[in-house]
T-cell receptor, first 112, second 116 residues
């Protein structure tokens, strides 16, 4: 069955520190991959997406993600976290039907 | 563009009542999706439409749930009768398939439903 796994439910980092959020997928073929961010009480905003080509993808707000086929992973990174990055982050995958399957989400807390 | 619009933003109702959630997709988008978000189950796809036609409703939890898309600019998700376990945030999203079928889903702000 197709699935997306985010192993870390909750992560706390200090402001200015680097961040990596993990995402693993299980799909029949290489899916399209996405990272969304959700602030409290808000909808989901797309950070970045991978369809094909360069495996290192740049997104908004200084985020990037790297697709690693051999590890079935699509981890999200940011070199220096800001307090405003505190939110819930969702990894998602889809086939070309556009039907998204989401991971359970990772809540990021930023310490001052 | 105003983005995906959902109404109401908050709904509080009593068990047994009918609830109707509304969504206006981004103009020109040909796919519309309804999701439900709960602490226990995360984000789940309930149903999606392509060109106003329901394509996959396998995520609809039971017959109490129904969704319609009478035209390209409006969709409803109805729960009748509502139950406390339906309490969740319901999101609508839309997407333009373009030529590659890989384009992004844009989410509305959600409707927070509380069934007492």
């Amino acid at each position: 069955a197709q699935s997306v796994t985010q192993p870390d439910i909750h992560i706390t980092v200090s402001e200015g520190a680097s961040l990596e959020l993990r995402c693993n997928y299980s799909y029949g073929a290489t899916p399209y991959l996405f990272w969304y961010v959700q602030s409290p009480g808000q909808g989901l905003q797309l950070l970045l997406k991978y369809f094909s080509g360069d495996t290192l993808v740049q997104g908004i707000k200084g985020f990037e993600a790297e697709f690693k086929r051999s590890q079935s992973s699509f981890n999200l990174r940011k070199p220096s976290v800001h307090w405003s990055d505190a939110a819930e982050y969702f990894c998602a995958a889809s086939s070309n039907t556009g039907k998204l399957i989401f991971g359970q989400g990772t809540t990021l807390q930023v310490k001052p | 563009d105003a983005g995906v619009i959902q109404s109401p933003r908050h709904e509080v109702t009593e068990m047994g009542q009918e609830v109707t959630l509304r969504c206006k997709p981004i103009s020109g988008h040909d796919y519309l999706f309804w999701y439900r978000q709960t602490m226990m189950r995360g984000l789940e796809l309930l149903i999606y439409f392509n060109n106003n036609v329901p394509i996959d409703d396998s995520g609809m939890p039971e017959d109490r749930f129904s969704a319609k898309m009478p035209n390209a600019s409006f969709s409803t998700l109805k729960i009748q009768p509502s139950e406390p376990r339906d309490s969740a945030v319901y999101f609508c999203a839309s997407r333009y398939s373009g030529t590659s079928g890989t384009d992004t889903q844009y989410f509305g702000p959600g409707t927070r439903l509380t069934v007492l």
